[in-house]
């Protein structure tokens, strides 16, 4: 049981990581409806870094070649490119609110929060901010033309997935939206964008629950972490593909949707 309760963690983890509508949500309000427990944020988290590990892997070569037109270094340069730079640009803000939450607000992720009737209320919010990011004209900002102004706001926007229902894909990628982005390029940014913050939130929770560690089931967590990334490979291809020419309205009344009835069942 416990191994098929980890591969259900990384399938919803994985699926929904990518697509936006909060992985967060997902893995609290699915488990209680199947009759599992919430997993918490710790194992959350950790099963996480799998998504990490799909987005090296989909993006590999991207990552190692990406072309930096304004570099007067190597035509190819993976330290010194406009991406890196603006993936860190991008990191700063939710290292900054993610470390004043984790100082000074330890009980955050167990608190009010992460309740069904705040997902809920936070899922309506963002499938509204949604519909305006998926309206929105002018989208010629690419992943070469880019500002690192528009990293910076993007950026902004991804240390509001702090918040449980936020879904870090679904702010990121509006906010590229809102700022002009392309929808494909939009994604893949957002994506990248979320190596570090991914990772950091992995091993910042890793060290926070090292006193649990006799608690954890590694066989099952590492059955967690391999679904997890095959999962997220198949979230990151269809996103990708779908919304470069169908948008994010599927995924908007979904999240409406999904909000009414998590309040219908309080």
Request: charged share 10%; aromatic share 16%; proline share 3%.
């Amino acid at each position: 049981m416990e191994f098929l309760k980890f591969i259900f963690y990384g399938i919803v983890q994985g699926l929904t990581e990518f697509i936006p509508v909060s992985s967060t949500a997902h893995l609290k309000s699915i488990s209680l409806l199947f009759g599992i427990n919430d997993p918490g944020s710790s194992v959350s988290a950790i099963i996480q870094i799998g998504s990490v590990f799909a987005i090296f892997w989909y993006f590999r070569k991207s990552i190692l070649n990406f072309k930096n037109t304004n570099s007067r270094k190597s035509k190819y340069s993976f330290l010194f490119n406009k991406l890196n730079k603006s993936i860190f640009i991008g990191t700063i803000p939710i290292v900054f609110i993610g470390g004043i939450i984790k100082l000074f607000f330890p009980g955050f992720s167990d608190s009010f929060l992460r309740s069904n009737l705040s997902i809920a209320l936070v899922s309506i919010l963002m499938s509204l901010i949604m519909l305006f990011a998926d309206i929105s004209t002018n989208k010629s900002i690419n992943l070469d033309n880019h500002k690192y102004q528009n990293s910076l706001y993007i950026g902004i926007a991804q240390a509001f997935a702090i918040f449980p229902g936020v879904s870090r894909s679904g702010a990121t990628i509006s906010m590229a939206l809102l700022s002009g982005w392309n929808r494909k390029d939009a994604a893949k940014f957002s994506f990248l964008l979320g190596i570090p913050a991914i990772l950091l939130t992995g091993f910042v929770e890793s060290f926070s629950a090292v006193n649990q560690f006799s608690s954890f089931q590694f066989l099952p967590l590492s059955v967690g972490l391999v679904t997890t990334f095959f999962s997220s490979l198949i979230a990151i291809d269809f996103l990708i593909k779908f919304l470069s020419s169908n948008g994010l309205k599927i995924f908007i009344y979904y999240r409406l949707a999904f909000g009414i009835l998590l309040i219908l069942n309080l």
